[in-house]
């Protein structure tokens, strides 16, 4: 089983930037799959970015190019840097564990068995 508590959320003006982290508790934070999801007021659980164990990558299409997900074993924490904020990128940011190998379901929020509690980014226009 893993913790998650994420940090560096915040308020921040449209054109500016913020730098999520989630710290994982247990020994085997390396193995997992990590993601970020957000979720905005009157809203559905949205997929952001995922890294795989290996370092594979993914992104929502309205974040390519603006943030990047990244990991630090050594330091069991998953980071998720964000440039070019906009307003519609105002959410309540969660990031999630999983265990299991496999890229084909790292969008799909149901995969993930664990979760932070979630840090609230707020863009202003």
């Known amino acids: 089983q893993v913790q998650l508590v994420e940090s560096g959320g915040g308020l921040v003006q449209a054109g500016g930037s913020l730098r999520l982290s989630c710290a994982a508790s247990?020994?085997?934070?390396?193995?997992?799959?990590m993601g970020w999801f957000r979720q905005a007021p009157g809203k559905e659980r949205e997929f952001v970015a995922a890294?795989?164990?290996?370092?594979?990558?993914y992104y929502v299409d309205s974040v390519k190019g603006r943030f990047t997900i990244s990991r630090d074993n050594a330091a069991n924490t998953v980071a998720l840097q964000m440039n070019s904020l906009k307003p519609e990128d105002t959410a309540v940011y969660c990031c999630?564990?999983?265990?299991?190998?496999?890229?084909?379901?790292?969008?799909?929020?149901?995969?993930?068995?664990?979760w932070g509690q979630g840090t609230q980014v707020t863009v202003s226009s």
């Open positions: 999630a564990a999983e265990l299991r190998y496999g890229i084909s379901w790292v969008q799909r929020p149901n995969e993930y068995p664990y």
């Open positions: 247990g020994r085997t934070f390396s193995s997992y799959t």
């Open positions: 890294i795989t164990r290996g370092g594979s990558t």
